[in-house]
């Protein structure tokens, strides 16, 4: 009996187990600084391409750990790599840490403002960064002492919020070479991501018309607000004729400035949305016909600037399935009696069912449904590197992501264990590619058969991104 129960363990403890065990105690070893460092990044909360701080100070930890850092790589200050070993395999691992405008926010299950009008963390984009370099410095680790043979590459990848970052970062050719990619995402889930997520383009459209006196010579003028007018309505009329997965959503950026001038200048910012890149650039192609009609009826000129996009992700199943083993062997999530009720108060606060947070992994979904809403850079990786994507949970169950509630449990604990959590997974499905070839072997001929025929290209324009200046 005893036997048989010893035997059942043994059968179900994953591959490369003591390679794991002491990936995980290295995290463990390193816990203190690592939540340290993440407060820091929350605490710095700097937007896209404004990380300097941020970049700095884990770009300053991975140089301190003994990797080889390159800073401002791609033409963007605040994006770095580091890297430790050498040979084959070489796998990569990215890190985000950016933060969003407006979501300043204390670690209190109440809005509760720091700094009005200042950023916040409200995607969790410090445990992100944080713990995708935990995982890597762990796997440094095994590789140092000779247990494992290869490379591990961080990726430190600013901008995912508004730029795309990661994008600009491969098309440089910074991550050439890789064989296999990770991440993970904060979340109010545990769970291997089998599902895609959406394609997206980023569009301006700028009307052009002739000002006037609006009273006394409006014969004179051409309204460009007219032409946004025309666009918006078209737009919306659009939306009756499009597959049920299609999103659509735009601003009025300009649309004139006091009631008695004709307005000579309108913009408006609009992003759409598919399951498939193909879907999007259908929508794109009837946009830049409505941008076109509607100038046209408004006797104005137009002007439709793609600023940007993702692609929709490519998901490696047998990526996936390495990683699910991994949260399984780690999980389930253990959070206290408090950080329960601080996710509850969260939730009340909200309006929202008080479910607390999420502790089990989630089953492996084999067969997933099409992509949620919402959309990542990290797809346009995954288009030229098998990549594995996991979620790991940060947040109390069905609070407003990109909000207060995500900032707050990303300042506490909760992050925190989250973080730890994912940093362990990683480095664990990391050693098994680093451990057996064979894994990425597998993982490879997959991404060979799932992206056989497509061609890829970015959406993002050429060149580097335009830096933020102080006026934007
Ligand atoms: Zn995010």
Not at 139 to 161: Q, R
Request: proline share 5%.
């Amino acid at each position: 009996m005893r036997l048989f129960l010893l035997l059942s363990v043994l059968a179900a403890a994953p591959p490369h187990l003591a390679e794991k065990q002491a990936a995980a105690a290295t995290i463990d070893a390193h816990a203190t600084q690592l939540t340290a460092l993440s407060d820091e990044v929350w605490r710095y909360a700097e937007t896209a391409l404004q990380e300097t701080k941020s970049s700095k100070a884990l770009a300053d930890y991975a140089e301190k750990q003994g990797f080889k850092v390159t800073r401002g790589v791609a033409g963007m200050p605040t994006a770095f790599v580091a890297e430790f070993g050498s040979g084959k395999p070489v796998i990569g691992i990215m890190g985000e840490y950016d933060a969003l405008p407006g979501l300043s926010q204390k670690a209190e299950p109440a809005r509760a403002v720091i700094d009005a009008g200042a950023p916040g963390h409200g995607c969790g984009h410090n445990l992100f960064g944080v713990g995708s370099l935990a995982a890597a410095m762990a796997v440094k680790e095994l590789i140092a002492s000779g247990k494992l043979h290869g490379t591990v590459k961080f990726f430190g990848t600013p901008a995912e919020e508004a730029v795309g970052g990661k994008i600009y970062m491969m098309r440089e050719g910074v991550m050439n070479g890789v064989d296999a990619m990770l991440a993970w995402h904060p979340d109010d889930e545990t769970r291997a991501d089998t599902k895609s997520t959406q394609a997206i383009v980023d569009v301006t459209v700028e009307f052009f018309g002739r000002a006037a006196h609006a009273a006394y010579d409006p014969w004179n003028g051409r309204s460009a607000v007219d032409g946004l007018e025309l666009f918006t309505h078209a737009v919306n009329m659009m939306r009756e004729h499009i597959h049920t997965s299609s999103r659509m959503h735009y601003a009025i950026v300009k649309g004139g400035d006091v009631p008695n001038v004709v307005p000579e200048y309108g913009k408006v910012w609009i992003w759409m949305r598919d399951e498939k890149r193909e879907l999007v650039d259908e929508m794109l192609v009837r946009l830049r016909k409505m941008a076109a009609g509607s100038a046209m009826s408004a006797d104005v000129e137009s002007k439709v600037t793609v600023n940007g996009g993702d692609w929709n992700m490519l998901v490696n199943m047998t990526g996936e399935r390495l990683a699910q083993a991994n949260m399984e062997w780690l999980g389930p999530l253990s959070f206290t009696a408090e950080e329960q009720e601080f996710a509850k108060a969260i939730q009340r606060a909200n309006k929202i069912e008080e479910k607390g947070l999420n502790t089990k992994v989630k089953e492996f979904d084999a067969h997933p449904g099409p992509a949620d809403g919402g959309s990542t850079d990290v797809a346009d990786i995954s288009w030229n590197i098998p990549t594995i994507h996991v979620s790991v949970v940060t947040a109390a169950a069905g609070a407003p992501w990109h909000g207060w509630s995500v900032v707050a449990c990303g300042g506490m604990s909760i992050g925190h264990k989250g973080m730890i959590f994912a940093a362990k997974a990683l480095a664990a499905t990391m050693v098994d590619l680093f451990a057996d070839p064979a894994n990425v072997k597998a993982m490879r001929d997959e991404f060979a058969k799932t992206s056989a025929g497509v061609t890829y290209k970015a959406y993002v324009p050429e060149g580097p991104p335009r830096l933020p200046t102080a006026s934007n």
